[in-house]
């Protein structure tokens, strides 16, 4: 129950275009939905967070939908880029629980010229 | 202010050898926590400590592994013996409970290759 359902495992769009990277929880729990980014090399940083209580979040070119009847969420990146090259990572949790974060198995996405 | 910092940032070592990886969170977070990354299994959490403690250590693979937080300031994650099913990144991450935004903050990571 506490497993965190990502998808697709690797993602290539060319510049301008929409990527969409989409998620499944089970645990109804859960309150805390965040989306990480992560450069190689590097440790993965919070690009976007959401809670239950909205169905959309929007930062710059980045966007949480959240359907909470259906359990999902997704990231959209408008007008990607290729500096947006990376491996996205969803994560539930539930806040009364010091953080303890479930990510999912993270998406490659590789924005070509 | 200084991220959370890990070492060694690669270790190559040999199966049956000591692994020691070590971490510094942010100061004033007062959670730490440990995950691995490999490509077939992603992140997963290892064991993550409140105010020095152990809280939830279900995901430590197995009595190979072991970690410590002896002060606010420092933890260390143990492999011994290693096996080369352990070569991984392994990351460090601090958070301040009570924090609006939720923000896990993670280190660089240790990239651990055990031949």
């Known amino acids: 129950q506490q497993q965190v359902k990502q998808s697709p495992q690797s993602l290539i769009v060319q510049k301008g275009g929409i990527s969409i990277i989409n998620c499944a929880y089970e645990?109804?729990?859960?309150?805390?939905f965040p989306w990480y980014q992560q450069f190689p090399g590097k440790g993965p940083a919070l690009l976007i967070a959401?809670?239950?209580?909205?169905s959309e979040k929007k930062e710059g070119r980045f966007t949480i939908s959240f359907n909470k009847s259906a359990k999902q969420f997704s990231l959209h990146i408008m007008d990607s880029q290729p500096g947006d090259s990376a491996t996205y990572f969803c994560?539930?949790?539930?806040?009364?629980?010091?953080?303890?974060?479930?990510f999912g198995t993270g998406t490659r996405l590789q924005v070509t010229l | 202010d200084a991220g959370v910092i890990q070492s060694p940032r690669h270790e190559v070592t040999e199966m049956g050898q000591e692994v020691t990886l070590r971490c510094k969170p942010i100061?004033?977070?007062?959670?730490l926590f440990w995950y691995r990354q490999t490509m077939m299994r992603g992140l997963e959490l290892l064991i993550y400590?409140?105010?020095?403690?152990?809280?939830?250590d279900s995901g430590m693979p197995e009595d190979r592994f072991s970690a410590k937080m002896p002060n606010a300031s420092f933890s260390t994650l143990k492999i011994q013996p290693s096996e080369p099913r352990d070569s991984a990144v392994y990351f460090c991450?601090?958070?301040?409970?009570?924090?609006?935004?939720?923000?896990?903050?993670f280190g660089e990571g240790s990239r651990l290759t055990v031949l």
């Open positions: 400590f409140n105010n020095n403690v152990p809280i939830d």
């Open positions: 100061s004033g977070h007062n959670s």
């Open positions: 959401i809670r239950p209580d909205v």
């Open positions: 994560a539930a949790g539930n806040t009364g629980t010091a953080s303890k974060l479930t």
């Open positions: 645990n109804t729990a859960f309150d805390y």
């Open positions: 991450a601090s958070i301040r409970q009570g924090a609006l935004t939720g923000e896990l903050f």
